[in-house]
DNA sequence: CGAGAATGACAACCAAGGTGTCATGATGGA
DNA sequence: TCCATCATGACACCTTGGTTGTCATTCTCG
C-alpha cells in the first residue's frame, strides 16, 4: 500500500542512516537549550560562543574563514565577532596572506570565557559518556562528518 | 598555561564526545537547508516536515505527545499540526484515551506527501553512504541517542 | 463533586540566521 | 602598470523556528 515500506526490520544502511539525519533535529535543539542556560554566566550567546570555540580550536583564522567552517553566513559571523570584539574577547590581528582581511584572534579574556564554557560542557559530557566507547565515539564521528561533508556540495536532485 | 589543555592526541572520551557535539551545529544548519530546499516542492515547510515524519514513523499520536518526542514544545508543534490539517495533510482521529486531545492521522495526501520527501532524502543518503557500515551507523545512533536522552533531564551544574 | 492537570487557541516575543546592497580595498591578469 | 574582478566589512531588513505566557475549556482523579 505504500510506495516505500521501510518495514519492520529497518534494515538498509539509508534507512539507519536516515534514523540518524532525524536525531539531528531534536539533539540539536536540546544542545542548543543547554548551551543557552550555560553561556550567560560569561555574557556569551550561542552564536558568540561558536565563534570562540572555533578560534580556541582551529587558533586565528579570518571571518570568511569562519563562516565556511561552521556553515554559516559571513555576515552573520561577521556580527557575532563584532559583539565579541566589543566585549573584548577576541582581536584583530594583521593578516600576512591578505591585507584587507584580518586574523581573528582570542584575547585573554576571550580564551578565559570560552575555556570555562567548555570545561563545563565537559563535565557534563563525562557524565553523558557513561559506557560509551572510544571506538563507539570514533565511529559516531567518522559517520557525521561523512554527512556534513556530503552535504555540503550535493544538490538535491 | 591554559587551564584546559586538550592536547595533541585529543584522546579522553569526553574530548571525543565534545566534538560530536560541535558537529551537531554543522550538521543540523546544513541539513536543514537541504530539507529547506527541497521541501517546497509539496509546500511544506520544515517544521510540517518534521511532524509529518514524526507521524510517519510512529502512527497517530496526540500533539502534546509529539512535542515531547521531538523536543518541541506543545504550541509550536500544535501550529504545525494546524497548518498541516487546513492543507488536508493531517486529520483529527476520536482519541478512546483522551476525549479532549485527539489523535493526529496522517490523510492519505499526507502521507504520500512525506513519502514523497522521505524517499528523495533517502536517495540522498545511499549516495552518502558510501563505504559507512552498518556497525558504524548503528553506534553513531547509540552515541547520539545516548546523548539526546541525556541531554533530556540533565541540567547544568 | 471539586481541585488540579492537560489541552487547544492565540498573542507576543526572541534570537538564530539569511539576504541584499554598498563601498572599499585587495589581487591577479592583460 | 592599470583595470576588471573578487573578497571583505558594514549595515539594514527580513524570515521563521521556536518559546513563553495567558485564558478558557475539558478531562481526570481523589
Redesign the interface.
Known sequence: M???DPGPAAGA???????????????????Q??VE??VPREGLSVGVR?VL?LLR?QGPMTVPQMGR????SRQFVQRMVNDAAERGLVELAANPAHKRSSLIRLTPEG?AAI?AV?????????????D?T???????????????H???D????
Do not use: H, W
Not at 69 to 72: F, G, H, K, V
Not at 134 to 148: G, H, K, N, P, W
Not at 154 to 157: A, F, I, N, P
Open positions: 505504500r510506495e516505500t544502511p539509508a534507512d539507519r542512516l536516515a534514523e540518524v539525519f532525524d536525531l539531528v533535529g531534536p539533539l540539536y535543539r536540546r544542545a537549550r543547554k542556560q550555560d561558536a570555540n580550536e567552517a561552521q556553515a554559516l580564551r575555556d567548555v570545561e563545563r560542557e565537559r563535565r557534563l559530557l563525562r557524565q553523558a559518556g557513561g560509551l572510544e571506538a563507539e565515539i570514533d565511529s559516531c564521528l567518522r559517520v557525521l562528518s561523512r554527512l556534513l556530503f552535504l555540503d550535493v544538490d538535491m536532485d
